[in-house]
């Protein structure tokens, strides 16, 4: 590994965890508008809706299909369903791209066209570089090689998974945005040449859904610091930094509830609050 990429710790993903104060309400504690899941993949959008509350915001608002925002409201009733004001997003979690309706690829451009701080995720990949607001992408290795491909940049699967942060640099300047790469080790840096890993405490996190708890927890930390990305986008760095080593702290939590045994990607979700109490301790 290039001695440039430094290992996140939990030291430094503890000061970008804030907690409520007394005149806090959930708005200036950050709401996240999230357009995710399908008729298909209705659980993307659960996961990530239930990892964003876990995480410790003031509101999600959930945009998706009725079937899907019943199923969200079964598992977390506090989410608003209708529109209104939000301070960053989260889109594309459990969305085909090659499946997108005329109306969801509205909602989708609408969220864009707000410039707001987004993760860009899944479904909603290939959009990248069609707004200016503050974007961070979570691809894993094949997506990642499937979005520099569509933009002429020669480069397979194979060559990506070889030199993960080789190529998570090139798309960060190539595309000009915050890239993560997911992965055993996941690679967080910007077009800026800021770069940090994230390395995965238990192999149980390869498994359905867990890409969308951690969509969930970084669009969380996104609309908690919407006031500060207001005058500084860098942070957006920090913070999917920080977003993948809670995800990672959070799956180790839970498999060591099991006695190291197997963990499912809503299991990571319920971990998620000891972890950010574990930071607010630190």
């Known amino acids: 590994m290039d001695a440039s990429w430094q290992e996140w710790t939990a030291a430094d993903a503890a000061r970008w965890i804030v907690a409520p104060v007394a005149d806090d309400d959930k708005y200036s504690r950050g709401v996240l508008g999230i357009v995710a899941g399908s008729p298909e993949y209705p659980g993307a959008a659960v996961l990530a809706v239930e990892a964003a509350h876990r995480a410790g915001l003031g509101m999600v608002r959930y945009t998706g299909p009725r079937a899907v925002r019943t199923a969200v409201l079964a598992r977390r009733p ?22 997108r309706s005329f109306m969801l690829l509205g909602d989708l451009q609408g969220s864009l066209a707000s410039g ?3 993760v860009l995720d899944a479904g909603a990949l290939d959009l990248v570089g069609t707004h200016t607001a503050p974007t961070v992408i979570t691809p894993h290795a094949r997506e990642l090689a499937a ?16 030199a993960p942060a080789e ?43 867990t890409g969308d708890v951690l969509g969930g927890i970084l669009g969380a930390l996104v609309a908690t610091h919407h006031e500060r990305l207001a005058t500084d986008a860098g942070v957006l760095t920090a913070l999917a930094a920080t977003a993948a080593w809670v995800h990672g702290e959070a799956a180790s939590r839970a498999t060591a509830a099991v006695d190291g045994g197997p963990i499912t990607a809503l299991d990571i979700a319920e971990a998620i609050p000891p972890v950010i109490g574990a930071l607010l301790a630190h």
Not at 78 to 99: C, F, H, K, N, Y
Not at 147 to 161: H, K
């Open 116 to 118: 707001l701080p987004v």
């Open 167 to 209: 190529w998570a640099l090139r798309a960060a300047k190539e595309l000009g945005v915050v890239v993560l790469l997911k992965g055993a080790v996941t690679h967080v840096c910007d077009p800026d040449g800021d770069r940090s890993t994230i390395t995965a405490p238990t192999h149980w996190l390869a498994s359905a859904g």
């Open 147 to 162: 979005l520099l491909a569509s933009r002429e940049i020669d480069t397979s699967i194979a060559q990506v998974r070889a």
């Open 78 to 99: 506090e989410t608003v369903t209708a529109p209104g004001r939000v301070q960053a997003w989260l889109i594309g979690s459990g969305i085909d791209m090659g499946r």
